[in-house]
């Protein structure tokens, strides 16, 4: 199979410019084609490529401003060129995939696509990124090898962070260009692959356009607002926090309509084609501008307060005019509020007795119902509309997944009730004895394929490692409330965090020592990873405020000093250790990623130093690290002037700056260039393990520990006057430069002269002098508390 080492993308508008940028982030050189502008502004010299180019460039330049950032990091623009159709177009013969991005419109694919014909290479492979065009209809007029060349590779948007990628095969595709695609798609992209059909919007728009669109016709019989159904729709549903009308602000109200037209205007045999029909006040919307974000008005509004304060406000549906958002409350709503597990979280909302509950089951119920009926229409199983819904419109639960958790009986009785048509099959499945869509057979999920009516095993990636794969062939090695040890095999284990956020406490501790007794003894080297939503939120600051309130000092500097002995002893054991960050990996999370010998991170990790926020500094031995990490082999070298690098160390840390990618956090330093990233999250304890085997199987020896040349008390003076001049101009509270002197001398080498040899022992003693120090002080306790109250840091 041959690989894909630069790809053609024809268009450059967000979708072009999104799937341009992600493949730029994969490493990969990319050639970013639009067409020419149709005619020239005042100043525009024609045949100049700043104007030829001039669409392509615009789209170049707006990843730079984008938010959330499509691009891991602004290097990556390197690799991506950019043309015109016109003038560049035969330049596609230098690629392996080439992926159409423009106007979804019919005929202007089919003339692209006819122009691009001629100029494939005879193993490129050729797609589309239509949201619901006929492949066919794409199709007219190309020849043989065309055709059996192309699929549609539908992405998502922001194309960075959704998961989903759906391939829609045409009629005549080659087998081999989908594994191939698919095998890119997964394993180079990061994608979670989901098979759709030939169908009108395939499979993720056509039941998430159908539920929102149940949402806006029910909503106003049941006399709810939009504020109302946000905090429904939302996380005590499993879905996300923006939830129906926040995200159709971020799509844009034009965009739905368009899909949600689409499907009425093709689905002349759907038994709901009605209900794509958009509701009357969205067309005096769309009539008005208010299409969302990008016309500054739609759903919601932020307009200047009376105070001039920026405020959120709600368009009243009725009047569609803004007024302030009203406090949602709901004893439904309340009794799911704090309940971590999806599905009881869902069945909790759905079993209540208020208005919110019944508005729920009714839109959820009828959904469900109209997904079952789409099987074998849209896809020929419930596992890719599954994914389709998790992976494209970030559900916590795909819809047959949801209908588990509220039970499959009990649903079709419900919906029977309420005048609801689930499909046959899902009967059929209930009167074979199956109870649930999901199932655990041994070591495997399983779920009912209505084909063969039986229970098929759920695909998935064969190098994919999860802890519930680890669960069922045995018990935990060793456990405790916080964490636990897993045998991956092949002589590799698996320290599991499972503590609330995976907060560091001292089970976590207490389980790092005992999963480093374990591997020194028996095993061949140790990953630390886990299946949570993050790696690690941090240390548990609750138990730290406790500790303090309770005047037990002598039981903080304990967990302090148990804490940094622990992450030396990974660095310096005689087997290899490996860290799997992803997501959230700050503080405390961020110091065991760091002491590790590798790092195999998630390519969305979220890693920092966050200690100043409440009012500390780090305390796990993040300073030493982070500072060895960016002094490397210079460490001790007399030539090396490491002032440079002192003052970034310093504003990375003391301003709890966080790396927003993997690959940012390598240029911050938390990362080195010989660590791993991993695109796609599924994978990543996989490649842990291989990366763990690798260093043992290649003669690993634990490093030598790291003597410091520091500046010493001239060090601590430069950072003072820089924090001087902060505190001067606002920029922080005196209490700010307070704690910044104190990490300072830390970050220094203490009160030694310059360049003074200083040890990595010397280093932890003066991180744990002034972390306890700053503990015993009242402000830092404000802040702790301030933190744990409203998830926000104090400026005392």
Known sequence: ?????????????????????????????????????PKPGPGDVVSSKAFRNKFA????????????????????????????????????TEADWVVEVVKEDLAVKQALFARVEPHLKPEAIVSSNTSGLSVV?????????????????????????MKLLELVAGPDTDPAVLQRMARFGEETLGKGIVWAKDSTNFIANRIGTYG??????????????????????????????????????????????????????????D????????????????????????????????????????????????????????????????????????????????????????????VTLDTLAYASRRIPEISDDLVNIDRALRWGFAWDLGPFEVWDAYGVRKGVARMKELGLKPAPWVEQMLASGRETFYAVDGTRDTAWDS?????????????????????????????????????MRDGALLLEFHSKMNSVDDGIVAMMNRALDRAEASARGLVIGNDGANFSAGANIMALLMAIKSDDLPSVERMVAEFQAVNQRVRYSPIPVVAAPFGLTLGGGAEIALAANAIQGAAELYMGLVEVG??????????????????GQFATDRDFDPLPFLKKLFLTIGTAKVATSAEEAREM?????????????????????????????????????????LPGRSGAATIDMMLYDMELNNQISPYDRHIGQKLGQVLSGGDVSAFTPVSETRLLELEREAFLSLCGEEKTQDRIAAMLETGKPLRN
């Open 451 to 487: 084909r063969s009516k039986k229970a098929a095993v759920v695909p998935e990636n064969p190098r994919a490692i999860r802890v519930d794969h680890l669960r069922r062939r045995g018990k935990a090695l060793e456990e405790n409330d916080s964490a636990s040890l897993w045998d």
């Open 137 to 161: 209809g794409m199709l007219e007029g190309r020849g043989d090898a065309f055709r059996k060349a192309f699929l549609v590779t539908h992405f998502f948007n922001p194309v960075r962070y």
């Open 1 to 37: 199979m041959s690989l894909i080492r630069k790809v053609a993308v024809l268009g450059s508008g967000v979708m072009g410019s999104g799937i341009a940028a992600h493949v730029a982030n994969a490493g990969i050189p990319v050639l970013m084609l639009d067409m020419v502008p």
């Open 669 to 709: 330093g938390f990362l080195s260039r010989q660590d791993g990233i991993t695109l796609n999250r599924d994978l990543l304890l996989a490649d842990a393990k291989a990366r763990v085997l690798g260093l043992a199987d290649s003669g690993f020896r634990p490093p030598r520990p790291t003597h410091f040349r």
């Open 614 to 631: 409440v009012g500390l500094i780090p305390g796990g031995g993040g300073n030493m690290m982070l500072l060895r990490n960016l002094y």
């Open 271 to 362: 038994e709901e084609r009605e209900t794509f029909q958009v509701p009357e006040f969205v067309h005096r919307m769309l009539a008005a501008n208010m299409l969302g974000d990008k016309t500054g008005m739609g759903f919601y509004k932020k307009v200047k307060g009376k105070d001039g304060e920026s405020e959120i406000q709600v368009l009243d549906l009725k009047t569609l005019t803004y007024r302030p958002q009203n406090k949602v409350r709901f004893d439904s709503l309340g009794a799911a509020k704090g309940i971590d597990d999806v599905a009881e979280r869902i069945r909790t909302v759905l079993s209540g007795t208020d208005k919110a509950a019944r508005f729920a089951e009714r």
């Open 212 to 269: 929102m669109l149940r949402v806006l016709k029910d909503m106003l019989k049941a006399e709810l607002t939009v504020e109302e159904v946000d905090k429904i729709f939302g996380p005590p549903m499993g879905r996300p926090k923006s939830a129906v009308f926040r995200t159709t602000d971020i799509v844009g109200l034009d965009t739905f309509v368009h899909v949600a037209q689409n499907c009425y205007d093709t689905l002349t045999r």
């Open 57 to 92: 460039l615009s789209g170049l330049a707006n990843l730079r401003k984008l938010r959330p950032a499509p691009l891991y990091t602004p290097a990556a623009l390197e690799l991506i060129e950019v043309g015109n159709f016109d003038d560049d177009l035969a330049r596609i």
